[in-house]
């Protein structure tokens, strides 16, 4: 699995995040909650 990711692809433009794109992704995984009742899963944005 490494010989695949990391030799460099032709053709592949490599698109680098904002820094407030990837604060915006880590605060919003912070404010997710998983509860499970009875088998059945539950996700919450606790915002």
Known sequence: MEKIYSAEQK????VKASASTVKFLLD???SLKFT???G???ES???
């Open 28 to 30: 919003y995984s912070k």
């Open 45 to 47: 944005n606790m915002n």
């Open 36 to 38: 499970e009742a009875k």
């Open 40 to 42: 059945i899963k539950f």
């Open 11 to 14: 053709g592949i433009k490599q």
